[in-house]
């Protein structure tokens, strides 16, 4: 299973989860088959003018991601990811993704409808 994180910056599994989502400086995605971690930047999605959160929501979807798991989003980023098979939860802002899958695991974050 792929989990995909909006995180500040690349720390791995030390990240810690941002509270935007188009905006996030990029996104930490795990795969916990192989326990590993990839970056994906998103510094062309959180600079652009406009349409940050569909195109990241366009990232979120190209990663082959199952879950996600971040920010609240918007309503245009919601559309786009709500058209995938993604799983979407609530995470919370400041924790490590570590500590947000670990909840996530525990059934302690809220699913987003």
């Known amino acids: 299973m792929k989990v995909i994180f ?3 910056e690349n720390k791995s599994a030390d990240s810690l ?3 935007r989502f188009g905006r ?3 996104f930490m995605l795990f795969d916990d088959e ?3 971690w990839l970056w994906i930047d998103n510094a062309s999605n ?5 349409g940050a959160g569909v195109q990241a929501g366009q990232t979120v979807v190209s990663s082959g991601a199952e879950i996600y798991i971040g ?3 918007g309503p245009k980023a919601m559309a786009v990811l709500s058209k995938s ?3 979407l ?3 919370i802002p400041g924790k490590s993704v570590q500590e947000n899958y670990r909840l996530y695991k525990e059934g302690k974050l809220e699913k987003i409808v």
């Open 71 to 73: 920010a609240e989003l």
């Open 17 to 19: 989860l941002d509270e």
């Open 24 to 26: 996030a400086a990029g």
């Open 6 to 8: 909006s995180v500040r």
């Open 34 to 36: 192989a326990h590993e």
């Open 46 to 50: 959180a600079n652009a003018a406009g």
């Open 89 to 91: 939860f609530l995470g």
């Open 85 to 87: 098979q993604i799983k």
